[in-house]
């Protein structure tokens, strides 16, 4: 099977959310010996951007966003393994990522940080609903360069402000930049709590944490 049908199909297997069309899609790519990072930039990033217009133009409900997101993990999960050495570029720098406690939302934030891997980056991913102290903790621990957290429900968004008051509080914000994300932040939320950037999808946060170190 050609990589043109390969990039089609996998794109329609995240635009429908079909899980098993992914992954069947991620094993011919491995079976075809093509790139899985060419799948991802040309077919599975875009497919998710689409339906992240989607539903940000309300025609696409968050349900839909949710099993195409898991549609484009299960992919990533089977071609990540597989991804030629030369591709993974040496490393950035160590960022810790997680989604704030009280919020249970981890598709987007973990496809995020599947991708920083890939582009460079060492990345401690803390899960979901994390407790704000093991974000400080981690980033201690790891000597971070940045801290993200996702938020995508109003209701947990201040957490990303009481965690951008505990990195000050312990001496790194100095030393540490920090990064925000999910449906429910915007660049106006960085501003007000002090965060160094905000990211709206993928690509922008891999574009932006290499910004950041720069």
Not at 2 to 16: I, Y
Not at 60 to 74: F, H, Q, R, S, W
Not at 94 to 104: A, C, L, P, R, S
Request: aromatic residues 2%; proline residues 3%.
């Amino acid at each position: 099977m050609s990589k043109e049908e390969l990039v089609k199909q996998g794109m329609q297997a995240v635009l429908d959310g079909d899980e098993e069309a992914a992954m069947e899609v991620a094993n011919q790519v491995i079976k075809e010996g093509i790139n899985p990072v060419e799948i991802i930039n040309e077919a599975l990033t875009p497919a998710m951007t689409q339906v992240g217009d989607g539903f940000a133009n309300e025609e696409i409900p968050l349900p839909g966003v949710l099993v195409a997101a898991e549609a484009m993990t299960k992919a990533i999960e089977i071609m990540e393994p597989h991804i030629p050495k030369e591709d993974m570029a040496k490393k950035l720098g160590t960022i810790v990522i997680g989604t704030v406690e009280g919020d249970i939302h981890d598709i987007g934030k973990r496809i995020v940080a599947t991708m920083l891997r890939v582009y460079g980056f060492e990345v401690h991913d803390l899960g979901r609903d994390v407790p704000i102290n093991d974000f400080v903790e981690k980033a201690k621990e790891t000597n971070a360069d940045i801290v993200g957290s996702s938020s995508l429900m109003t209701t947990t968004m201040g957490g990303q402000k009481i965690l951008e008051e505990k990195l000050s509080k312990e001496g790194l914000k100095d030393k540490i930049k920090t990064m925000i994300g999910g449906a429910a932040c915007t660049q106006e939320w960085a501003n007000k709590i002090g965060a160094d950037c905000y990211a709206e999808d993928v690509n922008e946060t891999v574009l932006k944490a290499k910004e950041l170190l720069k």
